[in-house]
């Protein structure tokens, strides 16, 4: 594993040196979005008794920043790599194919957990935290930073240019993390709809991840974990095989 650090350490700085791009505009996103919505819908819906519509949008604004961009991380870096040619460097030394694949999901961990923080600093003005579960808002970060981090490296090696990429997150990511209850508890759904969501593994990390912040969830956690557990496990079982056998990497 001596090859892990090095290539750990240079993922994240890659990140950090456009911290601007990299953290601070997704924090200002989702506050616009904090705004707009919470300004229309406060006085008008109320989701779970006793929880006002801000405190349920937090945490889901919370989630999607960091499900996007625990995803950009690792496939920016890969297509930027692949596009300029200095992947060359990262393939040519002695590195295993699990050094690899942590390497670049450690990296879109810590993105993803960097952002999801400073979006929520910026909200506890306008939804004081309670967070009756710390536990699961632990369990949940870092299960879906992990799934779309290593998403977001089959997306890299995938793609052979950046509108390719692009694709995947329009057409897959983003309807992914918009359609599974960012905004809305999809009780609010008529019948089909509901039954819909429930195939969504984002609705349970969003879920679940909520209920660490209100006490209140539209499925039960554990399922939420279960079902979040074994996307994780499939992904990764993926995208170390894709590694291993350098797919569109070595060939």
């Known amino acids: 594993m001596s090859g892990f650090p090095a290539l750990f350490y240079k993922e994240m700085l890659r990140f950090w040196k456009v911290v601007v791009q990299t953290v601070v505009a997704p924090v200002v996103t989702a506050l616009l979005y904090l705004l707009i919505f919470s300004h229309v819908l406060e006085e008008h819906v109320e989701v779970f008794p006793g929880v006002s519509y801000t405190a349920f949008l937090v945490p889901g604004l919370v989630m999607m920043s960091m499900l996007q961009n625990a995803f950009s991380n690792s496939s920016s870096s890969l297509i930027q790599s692949k596009m300029q040619g200095n992947i060359v460097f990262v393939l040519l030394p002695p590195l295993s194919y699990l050094e690899f694949f942590l390497a670049y999901l450690g990296a879109a961990v810590i993105r993803g957990l960097v952002v999801g923080l400073g979006v929520w600093a910026v909200t506890l003005w306008f939804a004081p935290p309670q967070m009756p579960h710390p536990g699961w808002l632990l369990a949940f970060s ?13 997306a890299g ?12 997150q329009n057409f897959l990511i983003l309807p992914l993390t918009f359609l599974s209850g960012v905004f809305y508890s999809i009780h609010s759904l008529p019948p089909f709809w509901q039954a819909v969501s429930h195939f969504n593994p984002v609705f349970y990390l969003i879920d679940g991840f909520r209920y660490a912040f209100v006490g209140q969830s539209d499925a039960d956690p554990w399922l939420g974990l279960l079902v979040g557990g074994a996307c994780f496990v499939a992904i990764s079982a993926f995208t170390l095989a894709l590694l291993k056998s350098g797919y569109k990497l070595r060939h």
């Open 142 to 154: 870092l299960l879906s930073c992990g799934i779309l981090g290593a998403v977001g490296i089959i």
């Open 157 to 168: 090696i995938w793609a052979e240019k950046y509108d390719q990429l692009a694709a995947f």
